[in-house]
């Protein structure tokens, strides 16, 4: 099994910044690929960025030249910096891994979330 583990949301005045980490855990050989979403109240959870088994990276267009994606593989991390934060980036942040299983496609480990809040 694998467990996932966020830190690093709080509150930050929009145009600031923040790095979010996402520690993984337990049977890191199954983790093939990995992704950051975020869930605003009230809507839709929503792909912010997915980092694929080769290392590609695809950025939602909501974040792109702002957010920005990095692993450390020796401590089982992977990083989100958020740059130029706005109002509209508060919502709760999840770090998700797909398994290396080539029949599943889908992002079946998570993170429990944490809070990000852009406000002044």
């Known amino acids: 099994q694998v467990q996932l583990v966020e830190s690093g949301g709080g509150l930050v005045q929009p145009g600031g910044s923040l790095r979010l980490t996402c520690t993984a855990s337990?049977?890191?050989?199954?983790?093939?690929?990995m992704a950051w979403f975020r869930q605003a109240p009230g809507k839709e959870r929503e792909l912010i960025v997915s980092?694929?088994?080769?290392?590609?990276?695809n950025y939602a267009d909501s974040v792109k030249g702002r957010f920005t994606v990095s692993r450390v593989n020796a401590k089982n991390e992977l990083y989100l910096q958020m740059d130029a934060l706005k109002s509209e980036d508060t919502a709760v942040y999840y770090c998700?891994?797909?398994?290396?299983?080539?029949?599943?496609?889908?992002?079946?480990?998570w993170g429990q979330g944490t809070q990000v809040t852009v406000s002044a």
């Open positions: 980092m694929g088994g080769a290392g590609n990276t």
């Open positions: 998700a891994a797909e398994p290396n299983d080539p029949g599943v496609h889908d992002y079946v480990y």
């Open positions: 337990g049977s890191i050989s199954d983790i093939y690929a």
